[in-house]
């Protein structure tokens, strides 16, 4: 079963990954990210090995999470988009202090949902769900650097699967 659970993510991860060098425009970006979203809940489903019970107390509560969480990073980004040279002293004060301000917004988000999350998954789950994030993230992002050209290393264009525990 678990084999069967790594197939279909590896396939829904390869396809997101895939269609993202073809999709543009807006609705076949909604699709894309809808099919990654999807590959995110597989992954983590798996790795963090949710029960049905739990998965339908938790998913809710991540979802609130992840929202705000990309929140707070769409709002750095506008930040660090700012060309310094056209900016006055004060303003790069202040957008520098905004910066720092969304950064501990960010910390104390992830206490505050450390804190939901157990009372819903075991303390070893949560420690999952940081890890499986990270890496379902690093995944990503090397498959998007090998599709654009970023360096085809060995094994390159050939799928082994999302990372091992």
């Known amino acids: 079963m678990k084999y069967l659970l790594r197939s279909v993510l590896a396939?829904?991860?390869?396809?997101?990954?895939?269609?993202?060098?073809?999709?543009?425009?807006?609705?076949?970006?909604?699709?894309?990210?809808?099919?990654?979203?999807?590959?995110?809940?597989a992954y983590l489903?798996?790795?963090?090995?949710?029960?049905?019970?739990?998965?339908?107390?938790?998913?809710?509560?991540?979802?609130?999470?992840?929202?705000?969480?990309?929140?707070?990073?769409?709002?750095?980004?506008?930040?660090?988009?700012?060309?310094?040279?056209?900016?006055s002293d004060q303003q790069i004060?202040?957008?520098l202090t905004q910066a720092l301000a969304l950064r501990q917004n960010e910390v104390n988000l992830e206490k505050?949902?450390?804190?939901k999350f157990q009372k819903v998954l075991s303390i070893r789950q949560v420690s999952k769900l940081f890890i499986a994030e990270?890496?379902?993230?690093?995944?990503?992002?090397?498959?998007?650097?090998?599709?654009?050209?970023g360096g085809p290393g060995p094994g390159a264009g050939q799928f082994t699967g999302p990372p091992e525990d």
């Open 45 to 87: 489903t798996d790795k963090i090995s949710l029960t049905q019970e739990q998965a339908q107390r938790f998913w809710p509560v991540y979802n609130e999470f992840s929202d705000k969480r990309r929140d707070v990073a769409r709002r750095m980004r506008q930040l660090r988009t700012e060309n310094p040279d056209g900016l």
């Open 134 to 149: 990270r890496d379902f993230t690093k995944e990503v992002l090397k498959r998007v650097a090998d599709r654009r050209g």
């Open 11 to 41: 396939l829904l991860l390869l396809l997101s990954v895939h269609r993202a060098g073809f999709a543009q425009g807006g609705r076949r970006q909604g699709g894309r990210l809808s099919q990654l979203e999807n590959a995110k809940i």
């Open 93 to 95: 004060k202040d957008n």
């Open 112 to 115: 505050e949902y450390f804190d």
